[in-house]
């Protein structure tokens, strides 16, 4: 066999269904959900079975409005609150999975991507006979909102530098790591979301968090967290490094690169998204870089001119 078909490099879906079932955390909807293993090179899925299995791909052109969380949508059906599911699929590495959901929302669970990582490690992966394609980053694209940032820059491996700057008791907190040295389910899948206790009469008159408990959200006052103790002394930017992880993940492949980003969150994120989506020079496909160094010559050739193919749709 190729040296280059070693297994960290091949697409992987999940040996065995999973199920889920929960209250959304903005629609307050009771759901559940079902993982199905997918076929390789057929990405992530959803398929709302309330509405006949309509399908929508977990690709940046289907990114829906982005507030509070970010939600898909195709032809009008919606699917809210993806980032945290969608952040497990990437940090573990699992390519091709149908998401089966009889409602609008992806479940809340405890706020983190524990649960699923958990699920995984139970059923176990299963590698798959096509070689995983990374998007390989090939020159900076940023976006900036006042003082909000996100840039994505070449680099081996997936470094994400997050800096986020919250008020009191939170504060400024600086996270730096790289996906590919696979401390994904140690370091950041535990991390909960978060919100003030201030905020939850606007949230709810905003339609928002209707699903919020102290069960699935690390909850704040001004003057200290409600419902202690944290899982890690900076539990909260750790939380946000997993919502990118989850949003990016709707380039539709992972990406090989360096992502820095100060105050942002949803918004800035997907925006990160469908601008380098854009910039066709900004990036290719290609294997990953150890595999290519492993042969000592590229494993295929990605002619400049390829032109994205939604990947998954
Ligand atoms: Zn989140």
Not at 23 to 48: D, Y
Not at 182 to 209: C, S, V
Request: charged share 20%; hydrophobic share 40%; with cysteine.
């Amino acid at each position: 066999m190729h040296p280059s078909s070693s297994s960290a490099h091949l697409e992987r879906t999940i040996q065995s269904e999973i199920r889920f079932s929960g209250v959304g955390l903005h629609s307050g909807a009771m759901v559940a959900m079902r993982l199905v293993p997918a076929a390789a090179g057929s990405g992530i899925v959803f398929r709302r079975t309330d509405l006949d299995n309509f399908e929508i791909p977990a690709t940046g052109r289907n990114v829906a409005k982005v507030s509070y969380a970010t939600s898909l949508m195709r032809q009008s059906v919606l699917i809210q609150t993806t980032e945290h599911l969608l952040s497990a699929l990437i940090g573990c590495g699992v390519d091709n999975v149908i998401v089966e959901i009889d409602n609008l929302e992806v479940p809340i669970l405890d706020g983190s991507a524990l649960p699923y990582v958990r699920a995984f490690d139970r059923v176990g992966l299963r590698t798959q006979r096509r070689r995983r394609e990374y998007l390989r980053v090939l020159k900076p694209v940023e976006v900036c909102d006042g003082s909000k940032f996100i840039g994505v820059y070449p680099g081996t491996g997936y470094t994400i530098d997050y800096t986020i700057d919250f008020p009191s008791p939170i504060g400024c907190e600086s996270f730096h790591g790289d996906l590919d040295l696979g401390d994904y389910a140690q370091l950041i899948a535990p991390a909960r979301t978060f919100g003030f206790k201030e905020d939850e009469p606007m949230l709810r008159n905003m339609g928002l968090i209707r699903g919020a408990s102290e069960a699935c959200a690390i909850i704040l006052t001004r003057t200290g967290i409600l419902n202690g103790p944290l899982r890690f002394a900076d539990e909260f930017v750790r939380h946000k490094v997993l919502d990118l992880i989850g949003d990016l993940a709707l380039a539709g492949r992972r990406i090989q690169g360096r992502v820095v980003a100060e105050r942002a969150g949803h918004a800035m994120h997907t925006a990160l998204v469908q601008r380098l989506m854009r910039d066709r020079s900004a990036w290719e496909l290609a294997p990953g870089y150890d595999e290519v160094a492993e042969t000592a010559a590229p494993v295929r050739s990605v002619a400049p001119s390829l032109v994205l193919t939604p990947a998954h749709a």
